[in-house]
């Protein structure tokens, strides 16, 4: 017996596991549309020209680095309320919104569970059918019970919007539920203006806690077009939660760059919420790092390299919906698969099956997951015909 003797082998994360297995695959023709990030026209993970001119001053300017406040860099806090409110919101101006700085979207959205459990403990956490695959490890880490509600439809590849209500009108009060706010992660589909409506009624009624996810804010539609939920909760008087990213906007994924924002009902409430939540971060990692946080800042806060980012992450919006229209395009052949173009974001839910999925690994060498979701940011000019072909063979 030794101390760990007991301590069992943790299964395999599966998209880990798919990278893995394309690392090994020695066929030089092989795609990998498994992963979860953005690659450029030439395949490659960009450093955005934005961030360049920004990490130049910062280097220039060389720095001391002590410890940033508990919840981050207060410049960069209001440029993320900005971003996700509008510069105009009245919840910015009554100074109701608490933002703290947080290690990527998964920190705002683990601080933001951690805070929820101390103020009620017993509420379960809803999250859509199908959900990113961090959602409920998350949540169940932080101690809640995790429930689901229908969302995907795959006969008609779009939401379930009925059903998602029902769901939800069957939560008890308080039950906190977590909302894709834009690019539905794995499925790509999103809910119209209308629905969003709707999911607030039943909010209202039910007394639920939203927790609004938005890690792609400016890869659908538009920076202020993807962030339409958020303001619709802002606009409609109800205390929610929003966990936001600039992994996938910025190009930042290892610098660890989020933020959570707490929507509270007066600034008295706000300075209280603050204090609390300011708790929970100083007992999880004391307080988030430098960089990353800097150089969005730097950006966010010169009109010069604003303009940019925006033409940049206006590139990547672009070059997506292109590779989406191509694929329907090229597909059209053998069947209709126009709702890949009305998808928003990097994930597609393909309609593959697990045994098509196989196939395309096995005789193409083109890795995408069981569930039939592939990265629509992983295609380019170079791959899209051979990934074309090799659905249509397997279809
Ligand atoms: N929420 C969703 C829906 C995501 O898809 C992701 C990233 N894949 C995250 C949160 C976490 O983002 P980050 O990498 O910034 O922690």
Redesign the pocket.
């Known amino acids: 017996m030794t101390l760990f003797s007991s301590v069992e082998l943790a299964p395999r994360d599966p998209i880990l596991g798919l990278n893995e297995a394309f690392g090994a695959d020695t066929r030089a023709d092989k795609v990998n549309l498994g992963v979860?990030v953005y690659y450029d026209a030439n395949g490659h993970v960009p450093l955005l020209r934005a961030v360049r001119e920004a990490e130049k001053a910062r280097v220039e300017a060389a720095l001391p680095r002590g410890y940033l406040p508990i919840d981050g860099i207060a410049l960069y806090d209001m440029a993320v309320q900005k971003l996700l409110f509008g510069a105009d919101s009245p919840l910015l101006a009554e100074r109701r919104v608490v933002t703290a700085q947080s290690?990527?979207?998964?920190?705002?959205?683990k601080i933001g569970a951690d805070f929820l459990k101390r103020l009620n403990p017993s509420v379960p956490v809803a999250i859509s059918t199908p959900?990113?695959e961090?959602?409920r490890a998350l949540f169940e880490g932080a101690g809640f019970q995790v429930v689901e509600y229908p969302y995907y439809d795959a006969a008609t590849h779009g939401v379930d919007v009925e059903g998602m209500l029902a769901g939800m009108a069957k939560l008890p009060a308080g039950a906190i539920v977590v909302l894709?706010a834009c690019c539905?992660?794995p499925t790509g589909v999103d809910l119209r203006t209308d629905d969003w409506k709707r999911v607030l009624s039943v909010v209202r009624e039910r007394g639920l806690v939203p927790f609004l996810?938005i890690?792609?804010q400016g890869f659908g539609d538009g920076i202020d077009a993807d962030a339409e939920a958020v303001r619709l909760f802002a606009a409609a008087d109800v205390s929610f939660l929003v966990?936001s990213?600039?992994?996938?906007s910025f190009s930042l994924?290892g610098e660890?760059?989020?933020a959570l924002s707490i929507v509270t009902a007066s600034h008295d409430e706000a300075l209280r919420v603050q204090s609390q939540l300011k708790r929970v971060i100083r007992t999880n990692y004391s307080n988030p790092p430098t960089h990353g946080a800097a150089v969005v800042s730097a950006v966010l806060n010169h009109d010069g390299l604003r303009a940019m980012w925006e033409t940049e992450l206006g590139e990547m919006r672009d070059r997506i919906r292109a590779m989406r229209r191509g694929l329907v395009e090229r597909l059209s052949k053998v069947g209709d698969f126009a709702f890949i173009e009305r998808q928003r974001g990097m994930f597609s839910y393909s309609g593959l099956s697990a045994a098509q999925v196989d196939r395309l690994r096995e005789e193409f060498g083109i890795y995408a997951v069981s569930t039939g979701r592939i990265c629509v940011a992983a295609l380019n000019e170079g791959n899209i015909d051979r990934v074309a072909e090799a659905i249509a063979r397997v279809v």
């Open positions: 979860g290690l990527g979207g998964t920190g705002a959205l959900s990113w961090n959602h894709h539905h992660n996810d890690a792609y966990a990213s600039f992994s996938k994924y660890r760059v989020g």
